[in-house]
C-alpha cells in the first residue's frame, strides 16, 4: 500500500516524469498524494494534496518546477487521517522522505526526537524518519550515513526514499517488507527507485529489485551510479533484469475502465495459463493440501478445494493467511503448502509463508507477479500469466488461481479449453442483460449471494466483489444456511443473487430460494439453460429475474458464474456512479497487516 517513485537525473524538469509514474501507481492507494523536490538554489519544494492524482496534477500544472530530484507518494493512510498535513512526503530540516509501510517503533523514536526539540506536524509514523535522518545529520553524519543509522534504528516494514536538500545529487532509498526496485533510463540520464516495475514502465529499460534490508545510493556525478547496500551494510551486487512491462499492459486498451478490460480478458487469459502449464506437480502421494491467502485469492483456494477432493481425492485445507501466520499451526510433513497472491507482496501471505519455510517445510506460490517477493522466496512457483491487474477488485486473476488449480488436478489433454473459452465468451456477450439487473438491483438496502458446494465459493466472491465496488453490505451464504440466522435480514429491499446452475444442488437451492420470496426478498438467478424446463413457474414470479448460461458440467459451469458476478458488481458500482477502478477506502496491494 501506498506508492513511491522518486528520480535522479539529467533532465531539467523532472515532475512530469514523476506524476506519470505516480498515476501508474494509484492502483496502491490514492487518498492523497505529494511531490517533493529540490530546486537549482537548493531549496527544498513540497506540493501536497488531498484526493487523487489528478487534483496533484492540476497543482503542479500552475507551476513551473526547474530541478533534477524528486521523490513523490499516494498514501493509503495508516497513521493518521486523510489530510494534507498527514500525506508525504514528510520534511524535517531539509531532508525529504516518502515511505510505505509501517514503522512500529514510532512513538518510542519520536519521544527522543522531541527531548531533542526536532518539531512534528503529522500525526503519521513517518515523519519521525524525516526527523531521525535530521538528527543523525546534526550530530556530524553526512547524508548518506545520517540514512544508514536510521535504517538500522527503524523497527516495522518500510519502502523508503530521501532526499537532502544540502546533497543534492544523492537519492538513497531501503526495503524492508515492502517492495522496491530501482530502474534505469535507456539513455542512462535517469535513474529511478520506485515501488514497482509498472511505475517505471516507458521510464526504465531495466531493472532491479532490492532484497530484504537492501539500501541503495544513486549519485550523480559526471554520470549516474548506484551502489546496493545489505542488511550489514556491505556493498552487494543484484541482478539487473529488463523491464518487462509495456504501456500497452497498463493502459486500458479502449476500454472505459481497468476493471471492465480485466473481465473481458477472462476469455483470452484462460488459454495463456492453459498453454503455459507443463509443471511437473504430483499431487496424487500426498496426503493432504494447505491452501493460504487473503481475499479473493482465498477464495480462489476454497473453489479449489472442492475440485481437488473430488477429482483427486486429497484433503484440502484453505486458510486465511492473517489468521493461520499467528496461531501455531500444525505442520504435516506430506502436505503441499500453497500461496496465491495476485500481487505476490501481500504481507500476511507473504509472512505465513516465511513460516512454512522457517518450519522446514516446502511451499509452492501461485502469483501473477513474477518479481513479486512471494514469487522470489517461495521454494516453486505456479505463474498465473493473467497480465498486469490494475483494478483494485481482483477479477481476472481471480479466474486463473481457480484454473491454475484445477489444472493440478486434472489431465491437460481432456481438458476442454475450447470449450471453456466459449463460456465466458457467451456470458460477455450477454453484458448487457447484467448491466441492465446492476440497474434495478443498485438501490437494495444488501445483499445474499447463496450457493451450494462450489457455487458458495463464488457466492463468497460475488458479495465481496459487489460490497468493495458498491459500499453496501453484501453476504455470501452456503444456501442452506441462511435460515439458520441470516434469512431474519430478508424483506422487499433486500436482493439475493443465487448460485444455482442446473447441478446436484439445483432443487435444493431451489427451495431456499422459495423460502426467500416467502419472505418478500427478490431474487436474481443465475442458473443453466436446462434449469428452465424446472423452474415451476419460478420464473415468472414478479420478484424473480433469471439469468441464463449455456449448459456445462463442472469443473467447466464455475467459470461463465465468474464472470457474471464479475460483471454484475461492475455494473452495479458503475450504476450508482461509483469509481470501479479505484473504489473508496482501499488498495491493490496489500503491503501492510
Ligand atoms: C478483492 C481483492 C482482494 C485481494 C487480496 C489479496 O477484489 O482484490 O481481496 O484478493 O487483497 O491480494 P493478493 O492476491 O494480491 O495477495
Known amino acids: 500500500?501506498?506508492?513511491?517513485?522518486?528520480?535522479?537525473?539529467?533532465?531539467?524538469?523532472?515532475?512530469?516524469?514523476?506524476?506519470?509514474?505516480?498515476?501508474?501507481?494509484?492502483?496502491?492507494?490514492?487518498?492523497?498524494?505529494?511531490?517533493?523536490?529540490?530546486?537549482?538554489?537548493?531549496?527544498?519544494?513540497?506540493?501536497?494534496?488531498?484526493?487523487?492524482?489528478?487534483?496533484?496534477?492540476?497543482?503542479?500544472?500552475?507551476?513551473?518546477?526547474?530541478?533534477?530530484?524528486?521523490?513523490?507518494?499516494?498514501?493509503?493512510?495508516?497513521?493518521?487521517?486523510?489530510?494534507?498535513?498527514?500525506?508525504?512526503?514528510?520534511?524535517?530540516?531539509?531532508?525529504?522522505i516518502v515511505h510505505n509501510g509501517i514503522i512500529e517503533n514510532y512513538q518510542e523514536l519520536k519521544k527522543k526526537l522531541l527531548k531533542e526539540n526536532f518539531e512534528f506536524e503529522s500525526e503519521t509514523d513517518t515523519e519521525v524518519i524525516a526527523a531521525l535522518i535530521a538528527f543523525h545529520i546534526k550530530n556530524g553524519n553526512n547524508f548518506e550515513q545520517a540514512f544508514k543509522n536510521t535504517i538500522l534504528e527503524l523497527k516495522g516494514t518500510f519502502a523508503i526514499v530521501a532526499i537532502y536538500e544540502k546533497e543534492t545529487n544523492i537519492l538513497l532509498g531501503a526495503k524492508k517488507g515492502s517492495p522496491m526496485a530501482i530502474g534505469f533510463s535507456e539513455d542512462e540520464r535517469s535513474y529511478y527507485i520506485a515501488s514497482d516495475a509498472i511505475a517505471l514502465s516507458s521510464l526504465a529499460k531495466n531493472i532491479i529489485y532490492l532484497e530484504e534490508g537492501d539500501i541503495v545510493k544513486i549519485e550523480k556525478q559526471d554520470k549516474l551510479n548506484y551502489t546496493i547496500f545489505n542488511s550489514s551494510i556491505h556493498m552487494t551486487k543484484r541482478n539487473i533484469i529488463p523491464n518487462n512491462v509495456s504501456l500497452s499492459d497498463v493502459s486500458k486498451n479502449g476500454y472505459e475502465t481497468f476493471m471492465l478490460k480485466e473481465i473481458f480478458e477472462e476469455a483470452t487469459i484462460?488459454?495463456?495459463?492453459?498453454?503455459?502449464?507443463?509443471?511437473?506437480?504430483?499431487?496424487?502421494?500426498?496426503?493432504?493440501?494447505?491452501?493460504?491467502?487473503?481475499?479473493?485469492?482465498?477464495?480462489?483456494?476454497?473453489?479449489?478445494?472442492?475440485?481437488?477432493?473430488?477429482?483427486?481425492?486429497?484433503?484440502?485445507?484453505?486458510?486465511?493467511?492473517?489468521?493461520?501466520?499467528?496461531?501455531?499451526?500444525?505442520i504435516f510433513s506430506n502436505t503441499l503448502y500453497i500461496f496465491i497472491s495476485q500481487s505476490g507482496e501481500t504481507i500476511d501471505t507473504l509472512c505465513a509463508m516465511r513460516m512454512v519455510k522457517e518450519l522446514g517445510r516446502k511451499t509452492l506460490a501461485l502469483v501473477n507477479v513474477e518479481t513479486s517477493s512471494i514469487a522470489r522466496e517461495a521454494d516453486y512457483m505456479i505463474k498465473l500469466f493473467a497480465g498486469v491487474e490494475i483494478g483494485v477488485a481482483s477479477t481476472k486473476a481471480f479466474v486463473v488461481q481457480a484454473l491454475s488449480l484445477l489444472l493440478l488436478c486434472v489431465k491437460k489433454q481432456d481438458f476442454k479449453i475450447d470449450f471453456l473459452e466459449d463460456l465466458i465468451n457467451s456470458v460477455l456477450n450477454n453484458k448487457y442483460q447484467l448491466s441492465h439487473i446492476a440497474e434495478k438491483i443498485k438501490d437494495s438496502r444488501s445483499f445474499f449471494y447463496i450457493?451450494?458446494?462450489?457455487?458458495?465459493?463464488?457466492?463468497?466472491?460475488?458479495?465481496?466483489?459487489?460490497?468493495e465496488l458498491s459500499y453496501v453490505s453484501a453476504e455470501g451464504y452456503p444456501a442452506g444456511e441462511i435460515k439458520h440466522g441470516p434469512i431474519a435480514i430478508i424483506d422487499e429491499n433486500v436482493y439475493t443473487i443465487a448460485l444455482a446452475p442446473f447441478d446436484k444442488y439445483f432443487e435444493k437451492t431451489i427451495s431456499n430460494t422459495q423460502e426467500i420470496l416467502a419472505r418478500n426478498g427478490k431474487i436474481i438467478l443465475i442458473t443453466t439453460e436446462k434449469a428452465r424446463d424446472h423452474l415451476h413457474g419460478l420464473e415468472s414470479s414478479k420478484n424473480v429475474y433469471c439469468v441464463f448460461i449455456p449448459d456445462s458440467d463442472e469443473p467447466y459451469t464455475s467459470f461463465p458464474l465468474i464472470t457474471v458476478i464479475h460483471l454484475l458488481a461492475y455494473y452495479t458500482s458503475k450504476s450508482k456512479g461509483y469509481d470501479v477502478d479505484k473504489p473508496r477506502n482501499l488498495a491493490k496491494s496489500v503491503t501492510v497487516e
Request: charged share 25%; aromatic share 8%; glycine share 8%.
Open 1 to 96: 500500500m501506498c506508492g513511491i517513485v522518486s528520480i535522479l537525473s539529467f533532465e531539467d524538469d523532472i515532475s512530469k516524469k514523476l506524476i506519470g509514474a505516480l498515476e501508474r501507481l494509484e492502483y496502491r492507494g490514492y487518498d492523497s498524494a505529494g511531490l517533493a523536490f529540490i530546486d537549482k538554489n537548493s531549496n527544498l519544494q513540497r506540493i501536497r494534496s488531498v484526493g487523487k492524482i489528478e487534483e496533484l496534477r492540476r497543482r503542479i500544472n500552475k507551476i513551473t518546477i526547474k530541478s533534477n530530484i524528486g521523490i513523490a507518494h499516494t498514501r493509503w493512510a495508516t497513521h493518521g487521517k486523510v489530510t494534507e498535513g498527514n500525506a508525504h512526503p514528510h520534511v524535517s530540516n531539509g531532508v525529504a
Open 270 to 330: 484462460v488459454r495463456n495459463i492453459y498453454n503455459n502449464f507443463d509443471y511437473d506437480i504430483n499431487i496424487s502421494d500426498l496426503d493432504s493440501i494447505s491452501i493460504i491467502a487473503c481475499g479473493t485469492s482465498y477464495y480462489a483456494g476454497l473453489l479449489a478445494k472442492y475440485w481437488i477432493e473430488d477429482i483427486a481425492q486429497i484433503h484440502v485445507d484453505v486458510e486465511i493467511a492473517s489468521e493461520f501466520r499467528y496461531r501455531n499451526p500444525v
Open 451 to 467: 450457493g451450494r458446494g462450489i457455487n458458495y465459493p463464488i457466492a463468497l466472491e460475488g458479495a465481496l466483489k459487489i460490497k
